[in-house]
């Protein structure tokens, strides 16, 4: 999996809980996926049951190299 060195050095600093899984799960099957009309990044949704949440996952453009990753309170599916 491809990450940038922001998603390296300072999310999973913040997020150390996040499993690499939880992210080839939201690419690979989101239940939500929309493009970020400002940048061209691209927004994952996920459910995840052990954190009783939806994750959101931001990838480049490229749709495959992951920048961010957090549990997103608001989102709705």
């Known amino acids: 999996m491809e990450t940038t060195a922001?998603?390296?050095n300072d999310v999973m600093a913040k997020r150390?809980?996040?499993?690499?899984?939880?992210l080839l799960l939201a690419l690979s099957a989101p239940v939500r996926r929309e493009v970020q009309t400002e940048d061209g990044r691209i927004r994952h949704w996920v459910w995840i049951e052990e954190l009783k949440r939806y994750l959101r996952v931001v990838t480049l453009e490229d749709g495959v190299t992951v920048?961010?990753?957090f549990p997103d309170r608001r989102f709705s599916p």
């Open 6 to 8: 922001y998603f390296r």
């Open 16 to 22: 150390p809980y996040i499993r690499e899984e939880w």
């Open 67 to 69: 920048h961010n990753a």
